[in-house]
């Protein structure tokens, strides 16, 4: 890891912060570029100024209610208990003419009534360095948390992972209408084994992801860009016996929408080459995509819909990945002013190139057989949410959620049930 890091201070930091310094001398003015523009916006907008620094104070409150299936294994008698999650976060920032630093910093405090073992202390952490000049816009930045959670729709478990991560991106507007950006990122993922866990996780997905991209924006309106994006992703494993080993090609395009018009969010589409080196491995070739639209159909109703279609490192046995395909759709209704309802379906498909065993018991013959398929599981998540308009932006809402899932592994079927309240910023 220090190898790698000291490889990309020199040949990108290095780089950047030279372009830096000229550009600095070479820059007129406070004007800048859209993306420059938008920092400046979230520095304007911070509530309270401490000194030099403006800052935006939070408290988060997340899934504090009941869960009937904590650990989303439905046989014999599942876990079910009372938990929390809540914690203080900022936003800060300080201005020095053309430099602008930000920082993201929120420890978060995990409580389960009953289930001890899973209390625990989380850590999220991020800061950025951007240079801001008419035509360029320069950002160097880290990020680092240190979290239990249930990282993705595979793993079921809540096993602590630590990332560490990196990235630089050079910003340049050509014409008022044109820009493109050069960005590298890296990021190392360390994961914790737990004991009520048949598969070895840190064996299996301890890894260093590196990304390289060249995106180009054409913007369409005042508030939508078409953008362009070329893509290139090295993935190494920690332990070679993994075979995990990879790498990705990909080229992506779509439209990015204002968060202040009527319409809001991404859509992002591509085709993406995944190469497993190990040759007894599948490869992927299809596509890809991570989109999320909001529109405004009336005042008081909000409609929205997502799609993610991508592959996820696994740990099911001989699959370097999986395909997780999801899409869902909801709307907001205001009832009142103050009052908003909330509802959202989602629909998701996990699909593995690689053949696994199943074994189950046949009644006639009166013994175990096992049978070789390829895993498919397939979930529907139903929520809803009545949200009470605390402040401008801040509500407080009753959320209900019922998950399941139906696998061609019997035992993978399961069922979850919570109910709670939320802390939301984005009434």
């Known amino acids: 890891m220090r190898k790698i890091g000291w490889l990309v201070a020199k040949n990108v930091c290095v780089p950047i912060l030279g372009a830096s310094l000229f550009c600095l001398a070479a820059g007129k003015g406070l004007a800048a570029t859209w993306k420059g523009e938008e920092l400046l916006r979230q520095w304007q907008q911070a509530a309270w100024r401490l000194g030099p620094f403006k800052v935006q104070p939070m408290l988060l409150l997340t899934n504090a209610g009941y869960d009937d299936n904590v650990y989303y294994y439905s046989r014999g008698n599942p876990v079910k208990d009372y938990t929390l999650t809540a914690g203080p976060a900022i936003n800060a920032y300080l201005r020095l003419k053309k430099i602008l630093f930000s920082f993201y910093g929120s420890p978060q405090y995990v409580y389960f009534f009953e289930t001890k073992r899973e209390r625990t202390w989380n850590y999220y952490g991020r800061a950025e360095v951007n240079l801001i000049f008419n035509r360029f816009l320069i950002t160097t930045g880290a990020g680092y948390s240190d979290a239990r959670e249930r990282w993705n729709t595979e793993i079921d478990i809540r096993p602590r992972r630590r990332e560490r991560s990196g990235h630089a991106e050079f910003f340049w507007q050509l014409r008022r209408k044109l820009s493109l950006a050069l ?158 309802l909330d509802y959202d379906y989602t629909d998701g498909r996990n699909r593995y190139p690689n053949l696994g065993t199943q074994t189950f018991s046949d009644q006639e013959m009166g013994v175990a057989q096992v049978a070789v398929v390829k895993r498919l599981d397939h979930y529907r998540i139903h929520s809803a949410a009545l949200y009470y308009r605390l402040g401008k932006d801040v509500g407080l809402g009753l959320v209900f959620s019922h998950w399941e899932r139906d696998s061609n592994l019997d035992w993978e079927d399961d069922r979850r049930n919570f109910i709670g309240l939320n802390l939301t910023y984005s009434f």
């Open 183 to 340: 960005g590298v990122k890296q990021a190392q993922y360390e994961y914790e084994n737990l004991e009520y866990e048949i598969f070895r996780i840190a064996e299996a997905l301890n890894r260093k992801e590196n990304y390289a991209n060249v995106t180009a924006y054409f913007q369409v309106t005042g508030r939508t860009r078409f953008f362009v994006d070329a893509e290139y992703g090295l993935f190494e494993f920690q332990k070679p016996a993994s075979r995990r080993d990879s790498a990705s090609q990909a080229l992506y395009a779509g439209f990015e929408f204002s968060p202040m018009g009527k319409i809001r969010g991404r859509i992002h589409i591509g085709y993406k080459y995944f190469d497993s080196k190990a040759a007894e491995r599948r490869d992927y070739r299809g596509l890809v995509g991570d989109t999320h639209v909001q529109l405004r159909l009336l005042r008081r109703l909000w409609v929205r819909g997502a799609l993610r279609r991508d592959v996820r490192f696994s740990l099911w046995y001989d699959n370097t990945f999986y395909l997780e395909n999801i899409w869902s759709g909801g709307g907001s209704f205001y009832l009142h002013r103050k009052i908003r």
